[in-house]
């Protein structure tokens, strides 16, 4: 890899003007995806600005009935908060098997967001929690929903000069169900083949009164399916109900084969994922 | 000559912080002497070596799987900014030719390309990034030529060669053999199964890929310090290809950073040889990247492979046939030696009265096949052992009891008819696991799997040849020195590649001349000062080399004790020992230090040195002499038997491996720790091997080129192993012991193969278990359908 320059800026103000004198450069924060790209030489921005210094976008927020979660937030900083423990525990079981120790030590957030790849552990955790995320340059905030400012593997809705500073995620008050399960090729460092996060409220009897679901890997970006989720509403948590669903789960989800797994296996996989949650209906695994 | 920069001896007093100071003793945990300088940064690897003025050399490889070389051009190469030279097969004054049996893989490319990872031209740069920008500037007139790419197909008629200069064709070896009538007992089998077996190529991924540095002396002397298991046979390969007097090449073995048989044989050294004539004196380093190593280094051979087993209706095997088929890529490599050792264990431990065996190593258009840690054995002993599980279930009996009607006891003959002479430990090991609760607890086991999992329990039994059979001689020369400062040095012949034999050399020695680690030092294989012995490779290093440091270690003492004891007026050197640092007179509790004594004798006192040569299989068996060559038939064998328990996930068909257990007759355990970690580290090989590790080939070209697509395990997917040490005395081993290398690799693809057949009711012909395997397998058994996948039995 070439030699080039690298700026660590302290503050956004210091942020904004470094990428208005190099607009050419590209921000990382963790650099765990983008230095594998450096690596293979699928990209070669002449220099790089680090996110990773810049307090005003670390950590997490309470803001009351919102957490605001800092792009430059890491894994490893998340799955040991006490609020993401205790609000969001669908997203600290995806952070667990996110990478790997050290891997979850670097990245971040925010990266795992940018980076949009239909296998972010983050991703279908923080799509059932209807995330809003912020967006911002010298100029404006934005804000708007996860699901809309992702559009592709990768492609994401961010202009010249903008970053991502942080998701917002409401907390959660009736959901008792939080299911984060992913299917990789081994367990540490396992790029998901397929997942399923769902987010469900149960009622004493195993009613299911409300549920929310999205799949990893078994599409371009993040799925839901809200028929799926129309079709448990109102339901009992039982192997048929699930069973009866997953052929609409299986002819709605649009995969692909590569090196990891075949199109056919995912789609069988995303289907079959459902049965776990019956486990739930007598309170858990 | 001068030593190259940093050379220095690993002395034990910088060794670690906390003291082992008690006298070193046989069968004692002792502190592994690389452990603290390696998890601290500190040890030297061959990677490690930059110096002044350093060149960068790298490869230009085809990227094609064959074609005919019309030209390379190095114009723009040549005045990219940066580099120094550039060089192809033209410059190469020798053979350019490498190889360990069949020398058939230039140095450089000449006439042709025969795979997408050989080398075409060599760049010499100021740093890697000019060099880099070089190697992209070659050009290469490459004209395609038709491949061949599946090793049966490489075998027909009309096939395209690889070498049209090799008498076989495309088949680099053939072995036939026969015992007893052959096929002809196929009639007299009571049950008789079948069953093919596909096994993948295996990446060594080692943390150090493929890498060194040389140069060249005013002198005109060569040295090349790298990461090798072979330094002796390195430094006569290199001075044949480039055209040099060998007594002019200095091969330098630091520790390699991993091996596990991808570094048995030259991978860096020639070109870097090459490089350094052509630098101006200047050193040169070479380190191939991951990628680089993916594409250019050994594999595992992938086997195609067919069975036949049959039996009695007591379970008493009589007959099995096995036609194997081993691709070895383009070259030689080490893989007729491979396909060799896999004929001779293709029968498994057992006592088979009537055995068939048909092999062929074959050359074709892909990746290089070469030696990994089992050299052939775990493919045929994934294939056997499963036949076994098939024949137990097909008899209704224990897959342990079937196992032990028929194992190989002192005495027995061979697959191959080689009558056992050495320790034959297996029933012992079978024994241990017929009594383990892993396997007597295994039906509540099993009763136990939570919602969507199936739990199933498999063995397997494993044996492992050592050394290099009867023609090759294995040998060590050992030499140890009273330094003049009173120290005890081991000059060791045989590389550590990371088993621990540097350690278990001074663990010998140190026993012998009753000194703790602190009187000890140790100076790693090095042409110019360490004595020729042998490769580190077939479990024979501490075998081999141990019983040379016996002798030597030996020597020393007795000259050490007799002069002290004319010095100390004692009636013979029985009134005296040895005790760390000193010489004592038992008597009279006079005392000389060792570094007393290192002055009172000559410079050729000081220095004992001792030969060993391996024993050899004195049987006269039919055996044709290619094979014989090859290494057919070996005299000393280890054993072992393991058992591992998994949970298959029926959502998902992924394998959980949750315990393992790998009872093993390796002799005498000399340290207890390092024969754990070999141990441990070979069923962790295996379960990689059996599980994810999933190398893809297509038309040549690899499809898995980095850790991300390769995937080997992690540690949260490698359970705690037990290993338990069936002790049974070796008598021809130094101590008793017998090599411990290799054998548990062969273990965990048949024992959780069969595990999860036990767990799911499907047996699976293609590895490794990838959960989607296993899953589609899992739903067409369901669905009743006969596939490819699964239902391979037959009945006669
Ligand atoms: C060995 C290994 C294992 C991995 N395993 C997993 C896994 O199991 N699950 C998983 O989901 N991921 C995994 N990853 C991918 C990666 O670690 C995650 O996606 C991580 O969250 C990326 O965060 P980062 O801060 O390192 O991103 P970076 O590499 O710093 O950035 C990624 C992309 O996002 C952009 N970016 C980053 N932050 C911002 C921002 N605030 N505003 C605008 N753009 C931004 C960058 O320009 C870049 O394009 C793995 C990676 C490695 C190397």
Redesign the interface.
């Known amino acids: 890899m070439?030699l080039r320059d690298v700026f660590l800026p302290r503050t956004l103000d210091d942020l904004w003007d470094t990428l208005e004198q190099r607009p050419e450069s590209m921000v990382y924060a963790g650099g765990t995806d983008l230095f594998?790209r450096l690596r293979s030489g699928s990209i070669a921005p002449p220099s790089l600005v680090c996110l990773e210094r810049l307090n005003e976008i670390k950590g997490v927020r309470d803001e009351g009935e919102f957490l605001f979660i800092g792009a430059a937030t890491t894994h490893g900083f998340l799955l040991a908060h006490p609020l993401t423990v205790e609000h969001f525990p669908i997203l600290a079981k995806a952070l667990a098997v996110l990478a790997?120790p050290p891997v979850r030590h670097m990245g971040t957030i925010g990266g795992n967001i940018v980076n949009a790849s239909p296998a972010g552990d983050t991703l279908p955790p923080l799509y059932v929690l209807d995330a809003e995320i912020e967006i911002s340059s010298r100029r404006e905030v934005r804000r708007m929903p996860l699901a809309d400012f992702i559009f592709g593997p990768g492609e994401v809705l961010l202009g010249k000069g903008e970053i991502l500073t942080g998701v917002r995620v409401k907390k959660l008050t009736n959901e008792n169900v939080h299911h984060y399960e992913k299917?990789g090729?081994?367990?540490?460092?396992?790029?998901a083949?397929?997942s399923l996060a769902a987010l469900l409220r149960l009622s004493p009897s195993g009613v299911v009164e409300e549920a929310r679901l999205a799949w990893g890997s078994v599409g371009p970006t993040v799925v839901t399916l809200t028929e799926v989720e129309h079709a448990l509403t109102g339901e009992v948590l039982s192997h048929d109900t699930l069973k009866g669903l997953i052929p609409l789960v299986r002819d709605n989800v649009s995969p692909i084969d590569d090196?990891?797994?075949?199109a056919e296996?995912r789609r069988?996989?995303a289907g079959?994922?459902l049965?776990?949650l019956?486990?739930y209906r007598w309170g858990g695994p | 000559m001068r030593h190259p920069a940093g050379h220095k001896d690993s002395r034990t007093s910088k060794r670690s912080p906390d003291r082992y100071d008690r006298p070193l003793s046989i069968g004692t945990r002792v502190p592994r002497i690389d452990a603290y300088a390696k998890v601290t940064g500190r040890e030297k690897f061959a990677a490690d070596y930059y110096g002044d003025d350093l060149v960068w050399a790298g490869v230009k490889r085809a990227g094609v799987p064959h074609a005919r070389i019309e030209g390379i051009d190095l114009k723009r190469c040549r005045e990219a900014p940066g580099v120094i030279c550039a060089l192809t097969h033209e410059h190469v004054a020798g053979t350019n030719r490498q190889g360990v049996i069949r020398k058939d893989q230039p140095v450089l490319a000449d006439d042709k390309v025969r795979h997408c990872g050989d080398a075409i031209a060599l760049v010499l740069a100021e740093d890697k990034?000019s060099l880099e920008r070089a190697l992209s500037m070659v050009s290469m007139d490459l004209e395609p030529m038709p491949g061949v790419f599946d090793p049966e197909e490489a075998l027909e008629e009309n096939a395209p060669l690889v070498h049209e200069d090799h008498p076989g064709g495309n088949a680099l070896l053939k072995g036939e053999l026969q015992k007893g009538i052959g096929q002809a007992a196929a009639a007299e089998c009571e049950v008789l199964l079948e069953g093919c077996f596909e096994t993948s190529y295996q990446e060594h991924a080692y943390l150090e890929t493929e890498c060194g540095w040389a140069q060249q002396d005013e002198e005109g002397k060569l040295a090349i310090v790298c990461s090798t298991q072979t330094p002796f046979r390195d430094r006569m390969e290199v001075a044949e290809a480039l055209g040099l007097d060998p007594v002019s090449v200095r091969i330098i073995a630091p520790y390699p950073g991993g091996a596990f048989g991808g570094k048995d044989g030259v991978t860096v050294q020639t070109l870097l040889g090459l490089a350094a004539l052509h630098s101006g004196g200047r050193p040169v380093k070479m380190w191939w990247g991951r990628e680089e190593s993916f594409v250019a280094g050994t594999k595992r051979h992938p086997a195609s492979m067919r069975y036949r087993l049959g039996a009695k209706w007591d379970g008493a095997l009589h007959f099995l046939e096995a036609k194997l088929f081993f691709d070895t890529g383009p070259y030689d490599h080490l893989g007729g030696v491979v396909l060799t050792l896999a004929l001779e264990h293709a029968s498994g431990p057992y006592r088979i009265p009537n055995v068939k065996l048909e092999g062929y190593a074959v050359y074709t258009n892909n990746p290089v096949g070469g030696a990994f840690r089992g050299f052939g054995v775990p493919q045929v002993t994934g294939a056997v052992e499963q036949m076994m599980d098939m024949l137990a279930h097909r008899l209704s009996i224990d897959p342990v009891e079937l196992r032990m009607k028929n194992a190989l006891r002192r005495g027995d003959r061979s697959g191959v008819g080689k009558t056992l002479v050495s320790s034959t430990g297996l029933m012992e090991c079978l024994d241990v696991v017929s009594k383990h609760p892993f396997w007597t607890d295994r039906d509540e086991w099993k009763s136990a799997a939570g919602?969507?999992k199936r739990r199933g329990v498999g063995m397997s039994a494993v044996m492992q040849a050592s050394g290099y059979g009867p023609v090759v001689p294995d040998y060590a020369n050992a030499k140890v020195e009273l330094t003049q400062e009173g120290k005890i040095r081991v000059y060791c012949g045989v590389v550590d590649m990371g088993q621990g034999n540097a350690s278990t050399n001074l663990q010998i020695a140190g026993s012998i001349l009753a000194q703790t680690l602190e009187e000890m030092e140790l100076v790693l294989p090095d042409t110019d000062r360490t004595l020729p012995s042998g490769s580190a490779s077939a479990s024979r290093c501490s075998y081999t080399f141990g019983n040379a440091l016996i002798g030597a270690a030996e020597t020393l003492k007795r000259r050490i004790l007799q002069r002290a004891a004319d010095l100390l007026m004692a009636q013979s050197a029985d009134q005296l020992a040895l005790v760390p640092g000193r010489v004592r007179c038992l008597g009279t509790g006079r005392e000389l230090s060792l570094e007393r004594m290192a002055r009172l004798m000559d410079e050729t006192e000081r220095v004992a040195v001792h030969h060993f040569r391996a024993p050899v299989a004195l049987d006269k068996l039919a055996v044709a002499d290619d094979l014989r060559l090859h290494g057919m038939p070996h005299t000393l064998f280890s054993y072992g038997a393991h058992v591992t328990r998994v949970e298959v996930d029926e959502?998902?068909g992924?394998v959980e491996v949750k315990d393992y257990l790998a009872v093993s007759d390796c002799g005498t355990v000399i340290n207890p720790q390092i024969y754990e970690q070999q141990i441990h580290g070979g069923v962790a090989q295996g379960l990689g091997y059996v599980?994810?590790e999933d190398f893809?080939v297509t038309e040549g070209a690899v499809?898995?080129p980095n850790f991300?697509?390769y995937?080997i395990?992690?540690?949260?997917?490698i359970q705690d192993i037990e290993s338990i040490a069936v002790e049974i005395h070796e008598h021809t081993g130094p101590f008793g012991l017998k090599g411990v290398g290799e054998i548990a690799t062969n273990g965990p693809l048949p024992a959780v193969s069969n595990a999860v057949a036990d767990a799911c009711g499907v047996r699976f012909d293609r590895f490794p278990l990838?959960?989607?395997r296993v899953?589609?397998g899992m739903?067409t058994a369901e669905h009743g359908k006969e596939s490819r996948e699964y239902q391979l039995q037959t009945e006669r």
Request: with cysteine; glycine share 4%.
């Open positions: 070439p594998v790997s299917v090729l081994r367990k540490g460092q396992a790029c083949v397929a090196v990891r797994a075949s296996y069988i996989v079959q994922l049965l776990r019956q486990q | 990034e919602p969507f959502l998902t992924y599980l994810m893809r499809g898995t991300a697509t995937l395990p992690t540690a949260p997917d990838t959960p989607e899953l589609m739903r």
